[in-house]
């Protein structure tokens, strides 16, 4: 089965500053990663698709990239909103799976 | 739009059986997978397995010989059966709206579901 890596697991990073999460698959999964924001006690929500498409109604602040078996999920000028757990997530095949997600804190 | 709402009970004993359903309004449950996903308590999501109406159902390693997915289109409800439960199945339990290109973008408040006698 392939696992999904998620790095860092936590990161704190200050309103303005950009950051950037990284995914990795123990296998290519060509394009078929999703990313999703938790907000605390919240469900998830859908922020990116295929890798690099962005949701509709998401922040353009936002911003996937990657294919096979690395991804990045950048965050620009972090706002206090954005405080919650991203979590990568594949679909490649007929198993999804999750990493183990990053947890975004503000300072 | 559409929207899914959880519901069933929120304490199960060990070694019985869990039993979830997923309300689906705002649309019809054909021509998309319907997967459920839980999180226990300050832990990461795992998701559980998908089923499409009228087709199969896949299901995550680590729980497949106790899960069981079934879907009523007449109802517009899909249901999640976990069998043998211990207080390691206790968490949110979440079902979500997926397909193919989009990985899962509808998903429900969730439900906490307690094992425990």
């Known amino acids: 089965d392939i696992q999904m890596t998620q790095s860092p697991s936590t990161l704190s990073a200050s309103v303005g500053d950009r950051v950037t999460i990284t995914c990795r698959a123990s296998?290519?999964?060509?394009?078929?990663l999703a990313w999703y924001q938790q907000r605390p006690g919240k469900a998830p929500t859908l922020l990116i698709y295929k890798a690099s498409s962005l949701q509709s109604g998401v922040s353009s602040r936002f911003r996937g990239s990657g294919s096979g078996t690395e991804f990045t999920l950048t965050i620009s000028n972090l706002q206090p909103d954005d405080l919650a757990t991203y979590y990568c997530q594949k679909y490649n095949d007929y198993l999804w799976t999750f990493g183990q997600g990053t947890k975004v804190e503000i300072k | 739009q559409v929207q899914l709402q959880e519901s069933g009970p929120r304490l199960v004993k060990p070694s019985e059986t869990l039993s979830l359903t997923c309300s689906v309004s705002?649309?019809?449950?054909?021509?998309?997978?319907w997967s459920w996903i839980r999180q226990p308590a300050g832990k990461g999501l795992e998701w559980i397995g998908r089923i499409y109406p009228g087709g199969n159902s896949n299901y995550n390693p680590a729980l497949k010989s106790r899960v069981a997915m079934s879907a009523d289109t007449s109802k517009n409800q899909i249901s999640l059966t976990l069998t043998s439960v211990s207080a390691a199945d206790t968490a949110v339990y979440y079902c979500?709206?997926?397909?193919?290109?989009?990985?899962?973008?509808?998903w429900g408040q969730g439900t906490t579901v307690t094992v425990s006698s």
């Open positions: 705002g649309g019809f449950i054909s021509s998309y997978y």
């Open positions: 296998e290519s999964i060509s394009s078929w």
């Open positions: 979500a709206r997926g397909n193919a290109v989009f990985g899962m973008d509808v």
